[in-house]
């Protein structure tokens, strides 16, 4: 069989239909040198929909509630662009070099919101958030126990719980940062109607033109500190969001750290 197939029909109806070498089959695939649906790796969208259709199947056999999607295929090939996109910097080595990383305060008459998401190996997601003005005073901060999923669902909901708390404390101009590229790339470019994140990204939206002026941007983990502490320790609080007017012992250290711009190192590879 040709590694162009109809991968959303579902596995056992192809098993029932054909009698094949599956394991010369599964090499074939893999090992594809051809591209598709934009320069995409086929064995990486083939990868994808097998795990997807797995999934599916599963999910049909122990939910009772869970409905094949509408349009199955634009859910794959989503999901193989936002792995492709994110792996492809690190596939062309150059030079590794250090460099000195702090955080810096907003400019005047400006807020600054620090995000974060986090999971636990049991599935169990968090997220955490801290906002701050051009003085570094602390405005608010928050917890959220999300109950289990996936990173970029506790890093979306953390964006999410930390754009409404920005608005209720009435900040005017804002700078967002996140060390997810994934989930800065899904609010700075159009996204696909069928992404299961889609309802979300509009909450974003919506509450992103409530400011003057708003940016989103990615930073590395270094100087994301306080907002990574608070979505760790979101995994051991009860189920549910809670607001904090003061910073709470756990970061008060890395809160100093920022103040002070205590620099932090980071290896990084310069492309050629």
């Known amino acids: 069989m040709g590694c162009y197939f109809d991968w959303i029909i579902c596995l056992d109806t192809i098993t029932r239909a054909m009698h094949l070498d599956w394991m010369s089959w599964l090499a074939a695939n893999i090992r594809c040198k051809r591209t598709c649906y934009g320069e995409l790796n086929w064995c990486i969208v083939f990868l994808f929909a097998c795990w997807y259709i797995w999934k599916w199947r599963n999910k049909i056999i122990f939910d009772e509630e869970f409905h094949y999607p509408i349009n199955p295929s634009n859910l794959i090939i989503d999901a193989t662009k936002e792995w492709s996109s994110t792996t492809s910097k690190n596939l062309i080595l150059g030079q590794e070099t250090t460099i000195m990383l702090h955080w810096t305060m907003p400019p005047l008459n400006w807020c600054k919101l620090n995000i974060d998401g ?155």
């Open 118 to 272: 986090a999971k636990e190996r049991s599935g169990k997601i968090g997220a955490g958030g801290v906002l701050r003005d051009s003085s570094e005073s602390w405005i608010s901060g928050f917890t959220a126990n999300l109950g289990c999923g996936s990173v970029i669902q506790a890093e979306a909901w953390g964006l999410l719980l930390g754009l409404r708390m920005s608005v209720i404390a009435h900040c005017q101009k804002i700078i967002i940062e996140s060390d997810s590229d994934i989930l800065v790339t899904l609010v700075n470019q159009e996204v696909d109607e069928l992404h299961p994140l889609k309802s979300i990204i509009n909450s974003f939206q919506y509450l992103m033109q409530k400011f003057v002026s708003c940016e989103v941007k990615h930073v590395f983990r270094e100087i994301n500190m306080v907002a990574d502490m608070l979505s760790k320790c979101s995994l051991t609080e009860d189920l549910g969001v809670h607001f904090m007017e003061q910073p709470p012992q756990q970061v008060i250290n890395l809160l100093l750290d920022d103040f002070c711009e205590s620099p932090k190192f980071r290896t990084v590879v310069s492309h050629m």
